[in-house]
């Protein structure tokens, strides 16, 4: 069974950055995608940034382009997503997720991460 870890939430002022990671238990061809997503409290889970192992331009949701990066070690079997000038509405249980191939329906994917808290101050 494939375990997903999350690290990195926590509290930080409008303005900050936040630096999620999330562990896998391996990196095959069940987890060739790694995404992002996030849930505010009382709203569906949405998604943030995806990419995969193998390479190619990674995906955003409209609302963080410019703001998060999503990158990945192979090696460590590690993909981290550097959340910069974090706004209140960044608020949201954020979870690592995995599947066999690209898409932004959580619906669709197969692993998750247990999620990590992160809560934008104004």
């Known amino acids: 069974q494939v375990q997903l870890v999350e690290s990195g939430g926590g509290l930080v002022q409008a303005g900050g950055s936040l630096r999620l990671s999330c562990a896998a238990s391996e990196r095959t061809w069940r987890t060739a995608v790694m995404g992002w997503f996030r849930q505010p409290s009382g709203k569906e889970r949405e998604f943030v940034a995806g990419?995969?192992?193998?390479?190619?331009?990674?995906d955003y949701a409209d609302s963080v382009k410019g703001r998060f990066t999503i990158s990945g070690d192979s090696a460590k079997m590690t993909v981290y997503l550097q959340m910069n000038s974090l706004k209140p509405e960044d608020t949201a249980v954020y979870y690592c997720?995995?599947?066999?191939?690209?898409?932004?329906?959580?619906?669709?994917?197969?692993?998750w991460g247990q999620g990590t808290q992160v809560t934008v101050s104004s």
């Open positions: 997720a995995s599947r066999w191939a690209t898409s932004p329906n959580p619906k669709e994917y197969h692993y």
């Open positions: 990419i995969m192992w193998s390479g190619g331009s990674p």
